[in-house]
């Protein structure tokens, strides 16, 4: 008799599904949830908000009293899959996203809370044999992780281009808490017989994301000297930085390797490079190489090859490949490879919240971080509105997106958003009856 999933873990996969990260149903994905999980914590969290909501909001969907709920919050906080914070005297929640959030901080920990063995089998199977779930995380546009260049590689007079967004050492130098954890994809790897030798205490957690991970002992509060030394160690090694792909408040930049880190191998098994690719590309000068391949050897994107020109073995950088890590100039003895500016600057979010709600709005998915609770009729209402509006034509679906944008950003507060949505679903019905 197969594997049967009890109910709590399908409607907390469908919950999770909602996100603009999204969770694709998988018989993997169930035994992660039930790793994770309890069945009451997933039927509890399968009705929680995707936005920031207070203790007495849980409360009220969990029909129990704040006392209570903030006991269970606090229990799901312990684990990763809740973030909480202060603001004034008020403490606010937000479920974790699937990635980058409770996959990662579940593997991050090593106080014996998981069976990280298990956990790693099945991540693997969801992450790295099935295509689902990459497809749809690679698929965000605007991306949720970005390649940070390294700032060394770059010649003298570059770095009066470089914005302080695009530095790691600037994140590093900027952050009000730094953390360092357990590299999720190579813990993975370990435990399927993959992991390379590359160092795993090297994952930086940064700013509220940094506080919450220190304060749940999933990772260890370091200094800014210490997240400096950590980056310069990993440049050293020929590790890739890819990040938050923020300008603001950044959470998080991974040190990673081309045969460990899920973006990199899912980027070159399905050939998605250009999404988080940093605003730099490697070129290099045909008449100073000497094919030595080195470059080749060291290029975690597989973006160099060897080709004849001339008569001779020289480096050739695939563009539409090469993510501008700078990586390759670093081993290039030649001094042959550079980075250069590119001309088509990638978009950069400027927060958390900018990318989360244009990206919800690319993929669909806005009407359930405004209007999810599901048990109103108004909501319903709204929902079903707001899904018609997503599957428009391309051409009027990318005005309405635009529109949709506009109001959001100027009503950014619950109540002024509120009444702009109520405004517009006003104009939708006063529009319909018009036609009729």
Request: with cysteine; proline share 3%; charged share 25%.
């Amino acid at each position: 008799m197969g594997h049967i999933t009890a109910k709590e873990y399908l409607d907390l996969q469908k919950r999770l599904d909602e996100s603009v990260q999204g969770a694709p149903p998988s018989d993997a994905l169930y035994r992660i949830l039930e790793l994770i999980f309890t069945k009451q914590e997933a039927e509890l969290a399968s009705v929680l908000p995707l936005q920031l909501f207070t203790s007495k909001e849980a409360a009220k969907r969990w029909q129990m009293t704040a006392e209570e709920a903030e006991k269970i919050l606090g229990q799901l906080a312990e684990k990763g899959v809740i973030f909480d914070s202060q603001k004034g005297d008020k403490t606010l929640y937000c479920l974790a996203p699937t990635m980058a959030g409770f996959f990662e901080f579940s593997l991050m920990r090593n106080d014996g809370k998981f069976d990280r063995e298990a956990l790693s089998k099945a991540f693997y199977e969801y992450i790295n044999v099935k295509d689902d779930f990459v497809k749809q995380v690679l698929g965000i546009s605007p991306a949720i992780a970005r390649v940070f260049v390294h700032e060394t590689a770059l010649p003298p007079e570059s770095h009066k281009e470089i914005l302080d967004y695009e530095r790691a050492s600037a994140v590093i130098k900027t952050a009000s808490c730094i953390t360092v954890g357990t590299c999720y994809c190579r813990h993975k790897m370990e435990h399927v017989g993959k992991a390379c030798d590359m160092p795993q205490d090297v994952c930086l957690t940064f700013n509220s994301c940094a506080e919450n991970l220190s304060k749940r002992g999933i990772a260890k509060k370091i200094s800014t000297e210490e997240g400096l030394a950590i980056l310069d160690k990993c440049i050293g090694l020929g590790l890739v930085q890819i990040g938050d792909n923020i300008q603001a408040g950044v959470s998080f930049i991974c040190n990673c390797c081309g045969c460990c880190c899920e973006a990199i191998l899912a980027a070159k098994r399905l050939g998605n490079y250009d999404d988080f690719r940093s605003n730099y590309l490697a070129v290099n000068e045909h008449e100073n190489c000497n094919g030595c391949g080195v470059c080749v050897k060291h290029c975690p994107f597989e973006a160099i090859t060897l080709v004849e020109k001339n008569g001779k073995k020289v480096a050739e950088v695939d563009p539409t490949k090469c993510v501008g890590c700078g990586v390759c100039t670093r081993f290039c003895g030649k001094k042959s490879l550079s980075l250069k500016r590119r001309e088509d600057l990638k978009y950069v979010p400027f927060n958390t919240v900018e990318r989360v709600v244009v990206a919800a709005i690319e993929e669909g998915k806005l009407q359930n971080y405004i209007f999810d609770n599901a048990t109103l009729w108004t909501h319903r209402s709204l929902r079903k509105f707001l899904g018609i509006i997503f599957a428009l034509p391309p051409a009027k679906r990318a005005l309405a997106n635009r529109q949709l944008q506009s109001k959001f950003f100027r009503a950014i507060n619950k109540k002024a958003m509120r009444e702009s949505y109520k405004k517009l679903y006003r104009e939708g019905e006063q529009s319909a009856a018009s036609k009729k």
